[in-house]
């Protein structure tokens, strides 16, 4: 049965804005985006809304439902009250370029900025054989559809704008922890996490792994495992001696 529902959408661009009232029909089974998608089809034609595929899996209609980063197309209306104000907001980590649309360019820029797979030097192809066994524990990671709503909720860089230039956020951490688990590559993955990329600045606070829709244990099984063999490189009795015999 339909009923009517009170949005709060946020209206604006990078000079400012503020939330504008909407009282919107809605229809048995539908979920956040398509009352967006409504607004713009009987109240406001000019509303800017990212969006792709309505299915979970593009990643592009990320935004702050009741303040609460999520995806519209996967937020179902019946999991609000019908008489509960609902608002909408773009997500707040990044700068906004109009409406519910903000300026993700962050995370191609540091997606760019973590070195490819690196394979022994000489490896013919078909020399090695993958087993399951060698993607076990990363095939989890290959699952992320670039939402970035960690990368948004990650307080490191949400409440610290200057942590930015220093810190990659967990999507990219991620990436460096499956590129280290891969066994072929033969890049040290430890340091450029610490050194280039920010690990330390990660305090584990799970919010990442909290707000990803494809359930992801990012904290638990990326970031904390690399974190573990950073120290255990750092304080291993075998690469101490080694340093100071080659500092000789
Ligand atoms: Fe989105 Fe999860 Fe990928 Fe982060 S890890 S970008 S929350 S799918
Ligand atoms: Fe941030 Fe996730 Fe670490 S939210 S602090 S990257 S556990
Ligand atoms: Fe593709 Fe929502 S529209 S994830």
């Known amino acids: 049965m339909g009923y009517q529902a009170q949005f709060k959408v946020w209206r604006?661009?990078?000079?400012?804005?503020?939330?504008?009232?909407?009282a919107v029909d809605v229809e048995e089974g539908e979920v956040v985006l398509d009352i967006m998608h409504r607004i713009q089809a009987t109240q406001a034609g000019d509303m800017a809304v990212r969006w792709n595929c309505k299915a979970g899996k593009c990643g592009s209609c990320s935004a702050e439902v009741n303040g609460r980063p999520r995806l519209m197309c996967m937020t179902r209306m019946s999991t609000f009250e019908e008489n509960e104000e609902i608002s909408v907001a773009p997500i707040r980590t990044f700068p906004v370029i109009r409406d519910l649309v903000t300026d993700?360019?962050?995370n191609y820029a540091k997606a760019r900025e973590v070195p490819a797979f690196a394979p022994p030097e000489g490896l013919a192809p078909g020399e090695?054989?993958?087993a399951q066994a060698d993607v076990e524990r990363s095939q989890e990671f290959r699952k992320c559809i670039e939402c970035y709503l960690c990368q948004n909720v990650c307080h490191v860089v949400r409440d610290h704008e200057e942590n930015k230039q220093e810190f990659s956020g967990p999507r990219y951490l991620m990436?460096?922890?499956?590129?280290?688990?891969h066994p072929l590559?033969?890049?040290?993955?430890?340091?450029?996490?610490q050194e280039e990329h920010g690990l330390g600045y990660c305090n584990i606070t799970k919010c990442c792994?909290?707000?990803?829709?494809?359930?992801?244990?990012?904290?638990?099984?990326?970031l904390i495992p690399m974190k573990e063999r950073v120290v255990d490189r750092k304080y291993d009795p075998l690469v101490w001696l080694g340093k100071k015999i080659f500092k000789r």
Do not use: Q, S, W
Request: aromatic share 8%; with cysteine; hydrophobic share 35%.
């Open 185 to 193: 590559d033969v890049r040290n993955r430890k340091e450029d996490a």
């Open 12 to 22: 604006g661009d990078a000079e400012g804005g503020d939330f504008v009232d909407y």
């Open 209 to 222: 792994t909290e707000v990803c829709p494809e359930h992801i244990k990012i904290t638990d099984n990326a």
């Open 128 to 130: 090695y054989r993958m």
């Open 175 to 181: 990436r460096i922890a499956e590129l280290d688990m």
């Open 104 to 106: 993700v360019d962050f």
